[in-house]
């Protein structure tokens, strides 16, 4: 399978810190790949670091083949690389529906004159992004609170919202952020089941989740993380098995990773 | 707010005819010629703060207008002074000179944000006012006078605009063009703000960080608009130094910046014509509590704080309201 992502020798330092050290992987295509660690081991660093949110220190990162990692975020957006955000993030006053047209602003063919103007190349993307926004929120199960103002939303429908924002884009590769973080189980399986429907849609994920039953359900592959090291890569039941993760999870979540 | 179709198009003509037919006619059977002076003011004032309101829909407290309408009428009053250039030319030419250095300027400080961006803004007025007391060009306090009103305007022969100096009312005429700029001003917006920029610009106000990751490029929105921004600063700031003749070092001041931005506040920061609005409640707000002499500042800022205190979405949500109860 080819590869999307490549993560080589990624190194984030803040001050003495080291939240990310020397870590590599890739991510095939139509891959679910999760990244897994506990609190503080700098997963959500390596996510800004793959989004260029951060600038690493060393090392770099390549999305077919090209390198992404030093770009500004939107650019890195443009080339495909979009994440979603550990914190709930949304533009609180817009309808739910207004939030998804806007995040398709990567798709538009007019420029910003012609939107002012109206041009009918504006009208046609606006037409487009409209029918594209409705057909992401019922994927997500969000259509019947379209018209509703973002900040109103519960808490699930919030995370799933963040999700259809970043589709939106139509990213090639998507980097969620703890999806399921705040749900309960049922939440979680519709979430999950939800995932795996984008990534039969032919699209590439990458996730951080705490929720290891889920994650275990989920990943194709997984990536641990401790202290900004990779300390093991592997398949969930070779990642189950994994002397390493056990021991870093011992004595804390020992139960959590689903032993 | 969601009017529909006819009802706009009945608004708008309503409101041009206020303005262009029913004031004017009003005054000269009143014989109250001194309104023009007032009602010009407002209108180029409220030019201003609509740029003001423009980088609050980007999510910045702009306290800095004043600085571009004294650049402005600085622009407009040396070209026309020093290089013979004619008014109308310049009027254009000050609003893009001010677009160009508000670019300039905003590069740097425009990743500022909330107190940061209002506190260097603020200071951005008081570095225009000691400039112009401190360059050459700008003749320091004693300002630039005596500049000729605005001479005609003819494109291919035809006359356009009759030089003002030669009208009998020259006040009509400087009401006119000022209302006649708002109006374009006003327009501008209003599409800005109901094209996909405004979202735009909503979601940088919203949410910087996920506007960019959903591909937004945010520096270069933020620049735009301050730009427009300070292009209606610089515009009105131009007529002001025409219709004045004059323009001085204090022509805009601290003082000023700071009303522009009261103007968006009591309009409303949600409606493209709140600025509109509160310059007008506020600039007769004020001559009407004259009579109350040494309470007036008193009372005006008493008023104020009430005011935003029930009303925080400013004077304009209050016809929002009546219409949902209704
Ligand atoms: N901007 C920053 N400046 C300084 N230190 C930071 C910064 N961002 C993160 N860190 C530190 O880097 C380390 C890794 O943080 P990170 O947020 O990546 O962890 P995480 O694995 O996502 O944790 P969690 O599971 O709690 O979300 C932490 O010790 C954190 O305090
Ligand atoms: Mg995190």
């Known amino acids: 399978m080819a590869e999307m992502l490549e993560v080589s020798g990624l190194t984030k330092r803040f001050g003495g810190l080291v939240a990310v050290n020397n870590v590599s992987f890739s991510v095939r295509e139509k891959e679910i790949l999760s990244v897994i660690g506990p609190n503080g081991a700098g997963k959500s660093t390596l996510f800004k670091l793959i989004s260029s949110f951060l600038k690493p220190t060393t090392g770099e990162v390549r999305l077919k083949g090209e390198r992404i990692s030093g770009l500004a975020p939107h650019i890195a957006a443009r080339r495909g690389v979009v994440r979603t955000f550990q914190e709930t993030t949304i533009f609180r006053n817009m309808s739910v529906r207004d939030n998804v047209i806007i995040a398709h602003h990567l798709r538009s063919k007019a420029s910003l004159f012609g939107f002012f103007l109206g041009t009918g190349a504006a009208k046609t993307d606006e037409a487009a992004f409209g029918q594209s926004a409705d057909e992401i929120l019922t994927l997500l199960g969000l259509s019947s609170l379209s018209n509703e103002t973002a900040r109103n939303l519960p808490h699930g429908h919030l995370r799933a919202l963040g ?97 | 707010m969601t009017l529909n179709r006819n009802t706009r198009i009945a608004a708008v003509v309503a409101f041009l005819a206020i303005v262009f037919v029913a004031v004017p006619a009003a005054i000269s059977s009143s014989g109250r010629f001194d309104l023009y002076y007032t009602l010009t003011s407002v209108a180029l004032l409220s030019i201003a703060s609509a740029g003001v309101w423009l980088t609050f829909y980007i999510g910045r407290i702009n306290i800095g207008q004043g600085a571009y309408a004294l650049m402005g009428g600085y622009v407009s009053a040396i070209l026309v002074m020093n290089h013979g250039w004619s008014f109308w030319l310049t009027l254009p030419v000050a609003g893009l000179f001010c677009a160009a250095a508000s670019v300039l300027i905003g590069l740097p400080i425009l990743r500022l944000r909330g107190v940061y961006f209002a506190m260097v803004t603020l200071v951005l007025t008081e570095v225009a006012r000691l400039l112009a007391l401190a360059l050459p060009i700008t003749n320091g306090a004693k300002g630039i006078v005596s500049i000729p009103l605005p001479g005609a305007l003819s494109v291919f022969g035809v006359t356009l605009i009759p030089d003002f100096a030669t009208l009998q009312n020259s006040r009509l005429a400087f009401y006119l063009l000022a209302v006649t700029v708002m109006v374009v001003c006003f327009a501008v917006m209003y599409r800005l703000v109901n094209s996909r920029i405004g979202k735009l610009c909503q979601s940088l106000q919203q949410n910087e960080e996920l506007a960019s990751s959903i591909g937004v490029n945010i520096a270069y929105l933020r620049v735009i608009a301050y730009a427009v921004s300070s292009f209606f600063g610089g515009v009105s700031g131009a007529i002001f130094a025409a219709i004045s003749q004059s323009i001085y070092p204090s022509s805009f001041t601290v003082t000023d910046s700071v009303n522009f931005m009261l103007n968006c506040f009591l309009g409303g920061l949600g409606y493209v014509f709140g600025p509109m609005l509160g310059t007008l409640v506020l600039y007769f707000g004020w001559d009407l509590l004259f009579q109350t002499g040494q309470f007036q500042l008193l009372i005006y800022s008493g008023l104020m704080i009430v005011l935003m205190l029930v009303l925080p979405n400013g004077l304009l949500s209050l016809a929002e309201m009546t219409r949902k109860k209704g």
Not at chain 1, 168 to 192: C, K, Q, W, Y
Not at chain 1, 196 to 213: A, F, K, Q, S, W
Not at chain 1, 246 to 259: F, T, W
Request: glycine letters at 8%; a negative charge; charged letters at 25%.
């Open chain 1, 163 to 259: 999700i259809a924002i970043g589709l939106a884009t139509n990213p090639s590769i998507l980097l969620l952020d703890e999806p399921f973080a705040g749900m309960n189980h049922d939440e979680t399986m519709r979430m999950v089941e939800m995932v795996r429907r984008l990534r039969e849609r032919g699209l590439t994920i990458l996730l951080v989740e705490h929720d290891m039953p889920a994650v275990m359900k989920i990943s194709d592959r997984l990536v641990v993380l401790n202290f900004g090291q990779k300390i093991a890569e592997g398949t969930p039941s070779e990642i189950q098995a994994d002397e390493k993760v056990i021991e870093a999870y011992l004595g804390s979540e020992d139960e959590a990773i689903g032993l």
